[in-house]
Nanobody, 123 residues
Framework: VQLVESGGDLVQTGGSLTLSCATS????????IGWFRQAPGKEREGVSC????????YSVDSVKGRFIISSDNARDTSLLHMYNLKPEDTATYICAASEATFCRWRPDEYDFWGRGTQVTVSS
């Protein structure tokens, strides 16, 4: 199983980015994909999750209305669309896969992880 993130970049406050999480080696439709982020010196936190089995999606309050998660089922890829980015969004963004029927938010509830992609938002 592999998860490979891409799309991270340096952007200005208020900018937008779309991150991709390309998966292989798993039945994409049977998994929930979670997006986490980790800034230096801080704990890893979940920001958005999407479950392919029923199409449900969730985002935490700090990014709700600015981050949207979607799935490209034809390419077994999860997408995280990020709008109105703020300096506090600066972090390494990491996707993970959980064979679950509902979103989970604890990192230890995920089975497979990518290596991450860096997002830096300048003020």
């Amino acid at each position: 199983v592999q998860l490979v993130e891409s799309g991270g970049d340096l952007v200005q406050t208020g900018g937008s980015l779309t991150l991709s999480c390309a998966t292989s080696g798993l039945s994409f439709e049977d998994y929930c994909i979670g997006w986490f982020r980790q800034a230096p010196g801080k704990e890893r936190e979940g920001v958005s999750c999407g479950c392919n089995i029923d199409g449900s999606t969730y985002s935490v309050d700090s990014v709700k209305g600015r981050f949207i998660i979607s799935s490209d089922n034809a390419r077994d890829t999860s997408l995280l669309h990020m709008y109105n980015l703020k300096p506090e969004d600066t972090a390494t963004y990491i996707c993970a896969a959980s064979e679950a029927t509902f979103c989970r938010w604890r990192p230890d509830e995920y089975d497979f992880w990518g290596r991450g992609t860096q997002v830096t938002v300048s003020s």
